[in-house]
């Protein structure tokens, strides 16, 4: 695992609005390891909730968080600056998460590889759930009613409701018209509240 970098005050923080500065993204394009850790440390939580809720399982959350910022590491050259960095990483972890339902007898995303090509590995605090309900009870009951919903629903109810994502970005995400996006969190937040109507309303 990499140690965070001797002068982390050193390292542009991604500014507000999830903007990455020119400088940062520069440093990020030229393969800089303390930039990396930076970037990582700033959205990892956000990767890792979100996969987490459509996979249901923690393990398998923090294997596809680790290979969405290997990705990333890779694709980092096609990021346009301007771009915002959420609605590009979300689609990044969709691919992810897709392809590695598409590769069930291949072998998985490998830590070694990550420490050796990388330079930086997600750390183990990513593995604590980014919005836990309020007892461990309802929020074993939410991820559970969330799995029985149709795949792109329960991805659009996620990034919507956990991840706090326009609509516009979903589309975006999803491939899809904004009018779909709602559509499928309209019809998701009706699923959930049938399957959670003693659990909690859904907003």
């Known amino acids: 695992m990499t140690s965070p970098p001797d002068d982390p005050s050193a390292v542009p923080a991604p500014p507000a609005a999830d903007l990455v500065s020119p400088e940062l993204l520069e440093r990020l394009k030229a393969g800089d390891e303390a930039a990396w850790y930076a970037f990582v440390q700033e959205y990892e939580g956000r990767m890792y909730g979100y996969l987490y809720r459509l996979e249901g399982n923690s393990e398998d959350a923090l294997d596809l968080t680790q290979e969405v910022f290997y990705r990333a590491w890779r694709s980092i050259h096609t990021f346009r600056p301007g771009e915002r960095v959420l609605p590009w990483l979300y689609q990044v972890a969709r691919n992810t998460q897709i392809e590695s339902h598409r590769r069930k007898q ?98």
């Open 106 to 203: 291949l072998q998985r995303f490998s830590l070694e590889q990550a420490r050796e090509d990388v330079g930086f590995e997600v750390t183990s605090e990513a593995r604590s759930p980014v919005r836990a309900a309020e007892s461990a009870d309802a929020q074993d009951r939410v991820q559970r009613a969330l799995l029985q919903l149709p795949e792109d629903y329960r991805e659009a109810v996620v990034l919507r409701f956990v991840e706090d994502l326009p609509y516009e970005d979903i589309a975006r995400i999803q491939g899809v018209a904004v009018g779909t996006a709602k559509s499928r969190v309209f019809r998701a937040k009706e699923q959930l509240a049938e399957l959670l109507a003693d659990v909690a309303d859904v907003n």
